[in-house]
């Protein structure tokens, strides 16, 4: 047997309006068992309607579909282990192993209608012809007109319904009556998300710009924050006040910081939560003076009360031993308690 040579024009949809008389009842049973056997191959109708491809690529998957009809061999393998050989059709038709992959369900359901004469009247329903024979001129739609697409009813429904057009395209359609399997109906398409693709991406993007400038604004220091016990901890603000940064020299002030769990806490309650633990755990200076050195931008005055003032109520306590002072340089600014 000599060897099949693909041609990748060979074939191609004609857009011309091409009556044909087919029989609606042998129609309807021909769709059933196409529906059934491209199940087999895992695919069906809804994916098929979620694909959209322009005539040339629609062409192009036509030939190759012929092309494997002619190529007994592989066609036999593909057919009874339900697959598609993408890198051997790749090879053989010149087209990379990704494209033949992204057309797969088309080219499934091309092949499966043309391979089998149990499709005939459905097959005969696309306008196939020799590119050879067909001088042909086409009509591009008004920007921003929808088109009225026409073809066989594949799967019923109350408001849209999936037709293969005689251009070989499986499109949802809008319907607002009662339609068959088998019947011939025209309709402009239903909108989905694949419409508005190119939306939904810009969209993400901009979001994505957004979350990222808003990340780094929030991450960014600009208040370095030093406190001084009998072991250091040093903290760092954002433009917001918050903590984004916590840091000890000290084993035992490691331990404390990561226990706390001072990051994105508001400055008062970080400043706070860490005298606490210096209380606790022992780690005031000797003095009984807690020095804090702050740069870059300026706490405000009415947080850094907020600190002052929970020191002031521990020494209001009747135990003295509990008592401790804080020193606050705020950017060059002293303030004690």
Request: hydrophobic share 35%.
């Amino acid at each position: 047997m000599s060897e099949v040579t693909f041609r990748k024009d060979k074939y191609m949809f004609s857009t011309r309006n091409i009556k044909k008389n087919l029989d609606k009842n042998i129609l309807k049973k021909e769709i059933s068992t196409f529906i059934k056997e491209l199940r087999k191959f895992k695919v069906d109708l809804k994916s098929l309607s979620s694909e959209e491809f322009n005539l040339e690529e629609r062409n192009l998957i036509l030939n190759i579909a012929y092309f494997l009809v002619d190529e007994e061999v592989l066609l036999r393998k593909i057919i009874n282990r339900r697959e598609l050989k993408t890198k051997v059709i790749a090879k053989k038709t010149g087209f990379s192993n990704e494209k033949i992959i992204s057309w797969s369900n088309y080219l499934i359901a091309y092949l499966i209608l043309l391979y089998n004469a149990d499709y005939t009247n459905l097959a005969m329903y696309l306008n196939i012809n020799f590119k050879d024979l067909e001088n042909l001129a086409v009509i591009k739609g008004t920007k921003g007109e929808e088109v009225v697409h026409k073809g066989l009813v594949m799967l019923e429904g109350k408001k849209s319904t999936i037709i293969l057009t005689k251009e070989g395209q499986f499109i949802r359609i809008k319907t607002r009556c009662e339609n068959k399997v088998g019947e011939e109906l025209s309709g402009k398409e239903k909108k989905t998300l694949r419409h508005y693709k190119t939306l939904i991406v810009s969209v993400a993007l901009i979001a994505f710009v957004l979350i990222g400038s808003v990340t780094f604004l929030y991450k960014q220091q600009e208040t370095t924050i030093l406190i001084q016990g009998t072991s250091k901890v040093k903290i760092g603000l954002n433009r917001f006040d918050r903590i984004v940064y916590s840091y000890s020299p000290t084993e035992k002030g490691t331990i404390l910081i990561t226990e706390l769990k001072l990051e994105n806490k508001k400055f008062e309650d970080g400043m706070i939560s860490i005298l606490k633990g210096f209380e606790e755990e022992d780690m005031l200076p000797p003095n009984r003076i807690v020095d804090v050195y702050i740069t870059g931008k300026m706490v405000d005055t009415v947080d850094l009360n907020k600190v002052t003032e929970y020191v002031e109520s521990v020494n209001k306590d009747d135990n003295a031993k509990n008592n401790f002072r804080i020193k606050i340089n705020n950017s060059g600014y002293e303030k004690k308690n």
